[in-house]
């Protein structure tokens, strides 16, 4: 059974990067796309980005000039920094996997089939 | 930035049947690319609970269907139980942001 674990601090000030890795046990980290997505309180889901394991990467436009995920296929970890970081980044992180799957009309993808447990990360001074 | 809508509320009595609509455009739902549901239940991650737009993960209920047409999708409850009740949200892809989408979320409450 695929896992997800994020990790983290859980209080960053505001204008600086805030760092999340996630680690994945029980699977290999190749040959998905490995997402972030974040939920500040009471509200809904939001696609940060995702990335191949062959280091290629997708982002959500809104926050595309703030962000960077890499990967580390070694340790089955991949990470995301979020940079210039305000009160609006608060929010639960999650880090998911994209699964696939193939029929008579070929491939399908896009959806998160495996969820990290979140962590909160708090932006404050 | 929700770019698919969801009606924030939908309730029903125990054992009646809760549709959640979900209403994308031509560059999400539209232009063809599936859909996918989520289950969310307070203080936990989501849960896929419909891909593809209409298949199930082994071990979801088949009280749950999913389907699409043109720019929307309806999830489907039947049989409601009292452990339904929760956030669902709805998923899809879109060209425009070359990312996934998520919809606005609806709370299913059972009365």
């Known amino acids: 059974q695929v896992q997800l674990q994020e990790s983290g601090p859980g209080l960053v000030k505001p204008s600086e990067t805030l760092s999340l890795t996630c680690t994945v046990s029980?699977?290999?980290?190749?040959?998905?796309?490995w997402s972030w997505i974040r939920q500040p309180a009471g509200k809904g889901l939001e696609w940060i980005g995702r990335?191949?394991?062959?280091?290629?990467?997708n982002y959500n436009p809104s926050l595309k000039s703030r962000v960077t995920m890499s990967v580390d296929t070694s340790k089955n970890q991949f990470s995301l920094k979020l940079s210039s970081v305000t009160a609006a980044d608060t929010a639960v992180y999650y880090c998911a996997r994209e699964g696939y799957y193939y029929d008579s009309s070929g491939y399908h993808g896009g959806n998160f089939d495996y969820w990290g447990q979140g962590t909160l990360v708090t932006v404050s001074s | 930035q929700s770019v698919l809508t969801q009606p924030p509320s939908v309730s029903g009595a125990p054992g009646q049947r809760v549709t959640i609509s979900c209403t994308g455009s031509s560059s999400n739902i539209g232009a063809g690319y599936d859909v996918h549901w989520y289950q969310q239940l307070p203080g936990t991650a989501p849960k896929l609970l419909i891909y593809?737009?209409?298949n199930r993960p082994s071990g979801v209920p088949d009280r749950f269907s999913g389907s699409k047409s043109g720019t929307s999708a309806s999830l489907a409850i039947t049989g409601l139980q009292a452990e339904d009740e929760a956030d669902y949200y709805c998923?899809?892809?879109?060209?425009?942001?070359?990312?996934?989408?998520f919809g606005t979320g609806t709370k299913v409450t059972v009365l």
């Open positions: 029980g699977g290999s980290i190749s040959s998905y796309y």
């Open positions: 593809g737009n209409s």
């Open positions: 990335i191949y394991t062959s280091g290629s990467t």
């Open positions: 998923q899809s892809y879109d060209s425009s942001l070359s990312g996934g989408v």
